[in-house]
């Protein structure tokens, strides 16, 4: 690990590399596919683990992590493996040492309800660590980057509504008033 690593560096490789399929407060994703990191680190944290021996543990799971069998459809099973190498050398340090830096620094993730119909808030904490959205200053690439697509409201709702094959189903999860609003705004700024 070197010494100098860079936090502003090590954000933007997590927002591109990590925040698709990993929960962290500090960029506000919110994805399940990997363990949420708040909660994966809390504990070292609260047991007073220094910021170098974290940031050495997931290092460590960046080249070595788990392989363990799959399925879709099983909540027993996981969805995906996190890949070998994401990241190397020197962007692999800075995203490791910004894990380090931020995760679990409040404690265990506490779920928040989301409150609000501001179709941007909305958009940047339930949909930013997956789509590239410019007017919400967004980058994720694990779904379409939105200004490409340019949906229309009755697609975002929809899409929102049911989820894909990836992307999880908001019913429920956000009101009725909530997906409208997301979708309204979703489909007047997407490629302005
Ligand atoms: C395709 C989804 C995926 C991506 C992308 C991904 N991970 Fe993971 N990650 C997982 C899964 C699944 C696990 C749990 C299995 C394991 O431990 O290998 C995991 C485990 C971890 C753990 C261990 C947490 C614990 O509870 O001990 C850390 C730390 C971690 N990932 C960091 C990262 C970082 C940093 C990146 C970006 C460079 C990243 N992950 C990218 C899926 C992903
Ligand atoms: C975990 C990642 C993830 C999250 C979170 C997510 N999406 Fe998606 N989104 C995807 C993926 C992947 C696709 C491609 C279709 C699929 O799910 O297989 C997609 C597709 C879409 C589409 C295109 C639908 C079409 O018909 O082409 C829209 C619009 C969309 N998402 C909007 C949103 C909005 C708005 C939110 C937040 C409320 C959101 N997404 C949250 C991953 C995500």
Do not use: W
Not at 104 to 118: E, L, P, Q, R, Y
Not at 127 to 143: E, I, N, P, Y
Not at 171 to 190: E, P, T
């Amino acid at each position: 690990m070197s010494a100098s690593a860079n936090a502003q560096n090590g954000k933007a490789i997590f927002q591109q590399k990590c925040a698709g399929c990993h929960a962290l407060s500090a960029v506000g994703s919110t994805a399940t596919i990997g363990p949420n990191l708040d909660d994966a680190f809390a504990q070292a944290r609260a047991d007073g683990f220094a910021e170098s021996a974290i940031a050495n543990i997931v290092h460590d799971q960046i080249r070595f992590p788990g392989q363990y069998p799959t399925a879709q459809n099983n909540p027993n099973y996981l969805k995906a493996n996190m890949p070998a190498n994401l990241v190397r050398g020197q962007d692999a340090d800075d995203v490791a040492a910004f894990v380090a830096a931020n995760a679990g620094v409040s404690g265990f993730a506490v779920s928040k309800a989301i409150s609000g119909t501001n179709g941007k808030s909305i958009f940047k904490s339930q949909c930013a660590s997956c789509h590239t959205l410019k007017d919400a200053g967004t980058t994720g690439t694990v779904g379409p980057n939105l200004d490409q697509l340019k949906p229309p409201f009755p697609v975002v709702q929809n899409q929102v509504i049911h989820g894909g094959s990836v992307m999880p189903a908001f019913k429920g999860k956000l009101s009725d008033a909530q997906i409208r609003a997301v979708a309204r705004y979703v489909s007047s700024v997407a490629g302005k």
